[in-house]
């Protein structure tokens, strides 16, 4: 007995010894359970950890002790499991699934207790990194602690923490700094350490802000993340996330006048409750901080507001960065393990104050679904209809995002006329009467009127406008089915050829599909009808063509109908009932599409991604990603198209210029948006130029104002992110399959303008071009009416460019088709 208490008490003063200093001292902590500097070899933060380091840590303690279980959180573009450890008393882990069908309970505005539930969701952006090595370090003092005040938590409480929301661009940052850093550590910010490559580890595979993506769920680890806080319906949510390097820490609540007005007036209380135990915590630590000014929270896509319009709270968290191990800064050098901290010790109030808090934050959770579903019940009309021109893809991603959501829907079960719309069986229906409404209302909120024109981010999101969807308010509740209408799958039976809609949002992909195979296909150029074999087939500009005589044409357009849920038509006859017939050279060839991007520092890492995400996973073309201070040796005579996103081209030399421009002429086309047309425009190219922010501002009246109004004014003078009207010419191939009307996300000053020569318009801005959002009157005025996408040919090939990025974070499927006409339709104008 005498031994086993000598060696107990052995491994309790080692176990004690390797605790990190900084966590409390005078507390008792299991000794059973591996210290982070026992797990990894070293004490935190004086190396930044890999993801796997850290899972695997994460696994160990949900294997020895009682408090942690694991939950998946999905999985990452590159394979890594997300998970969300679930931190509670041995007695709650065993009644967990008791606890959550109470969860899934109060979304309906149940009264159902149980304990509070708080999740921290740390370093969405991976090289802000403090947040993973922080959540890791707590995780451990929350299973491995012996204090009575860690038992009341564990009882009253059940603690998410999922230490990385990001772990692909985690290890693109711990690989990068790690490999700058030596055993003597630098703060020089010029070191090459703070100095990360392109593309830089905020960002994900795909090179995407995840913190953008709460909303509209583009990329896997969203979609995991959500699962996790629908499941779980946590009252509080801290956001951990890192700022420039010469500031202090800052926690919300933020702007008083920039909260979106769809928050309830008493979330804002609540974070302001939460945040006077965060103010104890830092001042504890001599610790400057700031709250109530440059954050907001408005966008409901982000990880601090996402909860704020789902009966939560959330909390953003912003800690001056390091970048690396040692920093310079206007405070004195900050080392790695100062950024870990804080952090910490505002995991430590967050959990303190929703312990104290928490009868308050349960009855505002239940308060808030309540007075949502009344909302719903006293608004004007039964529900919203929403349809999309019978494209079933679109209108799919919608109920993707509903569901997700816990959105309640269904399916139109016959036709409805409204306003001389029609509105076919399968059209969604959204009731108002449900406790989701408030995530409704700001789904479809095209609101343009602001206490306060400042923005963090966009000012408009409404889905209908991103997805180009029809909606209508419906007075009385339709008659309406569970599922949606499966359309009829008719065998696929020898016929003189094939018709394909190309409105269909999987038309390219299943293009792109068809060429691969070596199927022969055609695009209409103009209207028409033909015959088919079950009717007459309406052939709009754009609509494929493929001759059934073709070898293993029955196969892949079998493989159309159940991998791409589209509805191939054969036709009965070569002569058209009106327009071409299907010998005529107005249906022209498509061809095989081989893009390059050209990419590196100063270009838009994050629409680089938003375009590889969209060729890669939506049509199916592999894309090739070429740094520009390669592009003088590229043969590019072997690619068809060159993408120019937006960015800063500095390093485009005069040869690199001429190469490109030879590439057009040759038969290439030359496709670029926001940054890159302005860089096109510059080589006289084309007879295209910009209206940037300095023309635009002519409409502004100068006047004097105070100092202390400059930020204003400038907020006053940005478009950050609002919806505009583009009035399209669908019968231009560029506009084939779209809508004369076309909503755009706009998120900079600029116009194009034709200066003669062979640029065609294709599409402007319409007169009042606001739909959504904020945009000063006088940049409507002067916005209204000017080019945003130009055509020119250019012997034998074309240049496209726009005024906007079409694939706004890959959310914005409304216009995504502009980029697959510009590689299967554009090229056959010459």
Same mark, same amino acid.
Request: net charge neutral; no cysteine; aromatic share 10%.
């Given at each position: 007995m005498r031994v086993f208490l000598l060696a107990f008490s052995l491994i309790s003063a080692m176990a004690l010894a390797s605790v990190d200093p900084l966590l409390p001292q005078q507390e008792t902590y299991l000794p059973t359970l591996p210290t982070p500097t026992?797990?990894?070899?070293?004490?935190?933060?004086?190396?930044?950890?890999?993801?796997?380091?850290v899972l695997t840590y994460f696994q160990t303690l949900a294997r020895q002790s009682p408090r942690v279980s694991l939950e998946s959180a999905g999985v990452s573009h590159q394979g890594r499991q997300q998970i969300a450890a679930v931190i509670t008393s041995e007695a709650n882990q065993q009644r967990l699934p008791q606890i959550l069908a109470d969860r899934a309970r109060v979304s309906e505005g149940d009264r159902v207790g149980g304990p509070t539930v708080v999740w921290l969701a740390y370093s969405i952006h991976g090289d802000e990194a403090s947040g993973l090595h922080a959540g890791t370090l707590f995780a451990y003092y929350l299973a491995a602690s012996q204090s009575p005040r860690v038992q009341r938590w564990l009882q009253e409480m059940v603690i998410l923490i999922t230490p990385s929301q990001n772990p692909d661009g985690n290890d693109r940052f711990a690989n990068w700094v790690n490999g700058f850093t030596g055993s003597q550590l630098n703060g020089s910010n010029w070191h090459r350490e703070h100095f990360q490559a392109w593309p830089s580890g905020r960002v994900n595979h795909f090179l995407a802000d995840l913190n953008r993506d709460w909303l509209y769920l583009r990329h896997p680890e969203s979609r995991g993340r959500v699962a996790v806080f629908q499941r779980w319906q946590p009252h509080v949510v801290g956001d951990y996330h890192e700022m420039g390097?010469?500031?202090?820490?800052?926690?919300?609540?933020?702007?008083?006048?920039?909260?979106?007005?769809?928050?309830?007036?008493?979330?804002?209380?609540?974070?302001?409750?939460?945040g006077r135990y965060h103010a104890e915590a830092l001042d504890a630590l001599g610790q400057p901080y700031f709250s109530r000014e440059s954050f907001d929270d408005f966008y409901y896509g982000k990880g601090s507001t996402y909860p704020d319009i789902n009966g939560?709270?959330?909390?953003?968290?912003?800690?001056?960065?390091?970048?690396?191990?040692?920093?310079?800064?206007?405070?004195?050098?900050?080392?790695?393990?100062?950024?870990?901290?804080?952090?910490?010790?505002?995991?430590?109030?967050?959990?303190?104050?929703?312990?104290?808090?928490?009868?308050?934050?349960?009855?505002?959770?239940?308060?808030?679904?309540?007075? *949502?579903?009344?909302?719903?019940?006293?608004?004007?009309?039964?529900?919203?209809?929403?349809? *999309?021109?019978?494209?079933?893809?679109?209108?799919?991603?919608?109920?993707?995002?509903?569901?997700?959501?816990?959105?309640?829907?269904?399916?139109?079960?016959?036709?409805?006329?409204?306003?001389?719309?029609?509105?076919?069986?399968?059209?969604?229906?959204?009731?108002?009467?449900q406790s989701r409404y408030a995530l409704v209302a700001a789904?479809?909120?095209?609101?343009?009127?602001?206490?306060?024109?400042?923005?963090?981010?966009?000012?408009?999101?409404?889905?209908?406008?991103?997805?180009?969807?029809?909606?209508?308010?419906?007075?009385?509740?339709?008659?309406?089915?569970?599922?949606?209408?499966?359309?009829?799958?008719?065998?696929?039976?020898?016929?003189?050829?094939?018709?394909?809609?190309?409105?269909?949002?999987?038309?390219?992909?299943?293009?792109?599909?068809?060429?691969?195979?070596?199927?022969?296909?055609?695009?209409?150029?103009?209207?028409?009808?033909?015959?088919?074999?079950?009717?007459?087939?309406?052939?709009?500009?754009?609509?494929?063509?493929m001759a059934g005589n073709q070898p293993g044409i029955e196969a892949a357009l079998t493989t159309l109908i159940h991998s791409y849920g589209l509805?191939?038509?054969?036709?009965?006859?070569?002569?058209?009932?009106?327009?071409?017939?299907?010998?005529?050279?107005?249906?022209?060839?498509?061809?095989?599409?081989?893009?390059?991007?050209?990419?590196?520092?100063?270009?838009?890492?994050?629409?680089?991604g938003q375009l590889w995400s969209y060729l890669d996973q939506q049509v199916g073309v592999a894309a090739t990603l070429i740094d520009a201070e390669y592009a003088e040796r590229v043969?590019?005579?072997?690619?068809?198209?060159?993408?120019?996103?937006?960015?800063?081209?500095?390093?485009?030399?005069?040869?690199?210029?001429?190469?490109?421009?030879?590439?057009?002429?040759?038969?290439g086309v030359l496709v670029a948006w926001q940054g890159g047309a302005r860089e096109v425009a510059d080589w006289n190219l084309v007879d295209v130029s910009i209206m940037g922010r300095r023309q635009l501002?002519?409409?502004?009246?100068?006047?004097?104002?105070?100092?202390?109004?400059?930020?204003?004014?400038?907020?006053?003078?940005?478009?950050?992110?609002?919806?505009?009207?583009?009035?399209?010419?669908?019968?231009?191939?560029?506009?084939?399959?779209?809508?004369?009307?076309?909503?755009?996300?706009?998120?900079?000053?600029?116009?194009?303008?034709?200066?003669?020569?062979?640029?065609?318009?294709?599409?402007?801005?319409?007169?009042?071009?606001?739909?959504?959002?904020?945009?000063?009157?006088?940049?409507?005025?002067?916005?209204?009416?000017?080019?945003?996408?130009?055509?020119?040919?250019?012997?034998?090939?074309?240049?496209?460019?726009?005024?906007?990025?079409?694939?706004?974070?890959?959310?914005?499927?409304?216009?995504?088709?502009?980029?697959?006409?510009?590689?299967?339709?554009?090229?056959?104008?010459?």
């Amino acid at each position: 007995m005498r031994v086993f208490l000598l060696a107990f008490s052995l491994i309790s003063a080692m176990a004690l010894a390797s605790v990190d200093p900084l966590l409390p001292q005078q507390e008792t902590y299991l000794p059973t359970l591996p210290t982070p500097t026992q797990q990894f070899g070293h004490p935190i933060g004086e190396r930044h950890l890999r993801y796997d380091q850290v899972l695997t840590y994460f696994q160990t303690l949900a294997r020895q002790s009682p408090r942690v279980s694991l939950e998946s959180a999905g999985v990452s573009h590159q394979g890594r499991q997300q998970i969300a450890a679930v931190i509670t008393s041995e007695a709650n882990q065993q009644r967990l699934p008791q606890i959550l069908a109470d969860r899934a309970r109060v979304s309906e505005g149940d009264r159902v207790g149980g304990p509070t539930v708080v999740w921290l969701a740390y370093s969405i952006h991976g090289d802000e990194a403090s947040g993973l090595h922080a959540g890791t370090l707590f995780a451990y003092y929350l299973a491995a602690s012996q204090s009575p005040r860690v038992q009341r938590w564990l009882q009253e409480m059940v603690i998410l923490i999922t230490p990385s929301q990001n772990p692909d661009g985690n290890d693109r940052f711990a690989n990068w700094v790690n490999g700058f850093t030596g055993s003597q550590l630098n703060g020089s910010n010029w070191h090459r350490e703070h100095f990360q490559a392109w593309p830089s580890g905020r960002v994900n595979h795909f090179l995407a802000d995840l913190n953008r993506d709460w909303l509209y769920l583009r990329h896997p680890e969203s979609r995991g993340r959500v699962a996790v806080f629908q499941r779980w319906q946590p009252h509080v949510v801290g956001d951990y996330h890192e700022m420039g390097h010469n500031s202090s820490y800052f926690f919300q609540p933020g702007v008083p006048s920039r909260t979106h007005p769809l928050t309830p007036a008493q979330n804002q209380s609540l974070t302001s409750a939460l945040g006077r135990y965060h103010a104890e915590a830092l001042d504890a630590l001599g610790q400057p901080y700031f709250s109530r000014e440059s954050f907001d929270d408005f966008y409901y896509g982000k990880g601090s507001t996402y909860p704020d319009i789902n009966g939560g709270v959330g909390i953003l968290f912003e800690q001056a960065s390091v970048r690396g191990h040692l920093r310079d800064t206007e405070y004195g050098q900050r080392s790695f393990r100062d950024a870990i901290r804080n952090q910490l010790a505002t995991s430590f109030s967050t959990v303190l104050g929703s312990f104290e808090q928490g009868k308050a934050l349960q009855q505002y959770q239940r308060d808030f679904f309540v007075r *949502s579903f009344e909302q719903g019940q006293d608004r004007s009309g039964a529900g919203l209809l929403v349809s *999309s021109g019978g494209d079933r893809g679109r209108l799919q991603a919608l109920t993707v995002i509903l569901s997700a959501h816990r959105v309640e829907f269904q399916y139109l079960a016959n036709s409805v006329t409204s306003r001389g719309v029609s509105y076919p069986r399968g059209s969604v229906y959204i009731p108002f009467a449900q406790s989701r409404y408030a995530l409704v209302a700001a789904l479809f909120d095209r609101r343009t009127q602001f206490a306060d024109n400042t923005f963090y981010d966009v000012s408009a999101f409404g889905v209908d406008l991103a997805f180009n969807l029809d909606v209508i308010t419906l007075k009385r509740r339709p008659k309406v089915v569970s599922q949606p209408p499966q359309p009829a799958a008719g065998a696929i039976e020898p016929a003189l050829a094939w018709i394909l809609d190309w409105n269909q949002r999987r038309a390219p992909a299943a293009l792109a599909y068809l060429l691969s195979r070596q199927i022969k296909v055609r695009f209409a150029e103009v209207a028409g009808r033909l015959q088919g074999r079950d009717g007459e087939i309406e052939v709009q500009p754009g609509t494929l063509l493929m001759a059934g005589n073709q070898p293993g044409i029955e196969a892949a357009l079998t493989t159309l109908i159940h991998s791409y849920g589209l509805s191939p038509q054969a036709v009965a006859r070569g002569q058209a009932l009106t327009g071409p017939d299907l010998g005529s050279r107005k249906f022209r060839p498509a061809s095989v599409a081989r893009p390059l991007i050209l990419v590196g520092r100063n270009v838009s890492q994050y629409e680089v991604g938003q375009l590889w995400s969209y060729l890669d996973q939506q049509v199916g073309v592999a894309a090739t990603l070429i740094d520009a201070e390669y592009a003088e040796r590229v043969p590019m005579e072997e690619f068809t198209h060159l993408f120019l996103v937006d960015g800063r081209y500095r390093q485009m030399t005069p040869a690199i210029e001429a190469r490109i421009q030879r590439f057009v002429r040759q038969g290439g086309v030359l496709v670029a948006w926001q940054g890159g047309a302005r860089e096109v425009a510059d080589w006289n190219l084309v007879d295209v130029s910009i209206m940037g922010r300095r023309q635009l501002e002519n409409e502004f009246e100068d006047h004097p104002i105070q100092f202390a109004e400059r930020h204003q004014e400038d907020a006053r003078r940005t478009i950050g992110g609002a919806i505009v009207d583009w009035r399209l010419d669908t019968s231009h191939p560029l506009g084939f399959g779209l809508t004369e009307t076309l909503p755009m996300m706009k998120d900079r000053e600029m116009v194009l303008q034709l200066a003669g020569g062979q640029a065609y318009q294709v599409a402007r801005y319409a007169d009042r071009p606001l739909l959504s959002g904020f945009m000063a009157p006088e940049y409507q005025s002067s916005v209204g009416g000017q080019a945003s996408a130009v055509v020119a040919r250019k012997d034998k090939g074309a240049v496209v460019l726009l005024a906007d990025n079409p694939l706004f974070r890959n959310f914005w499927l409304g216009s995504e088709r502009l980029v697959a006409n510009s590689l299967y339709l554009v090229p056959a104008l010459n």
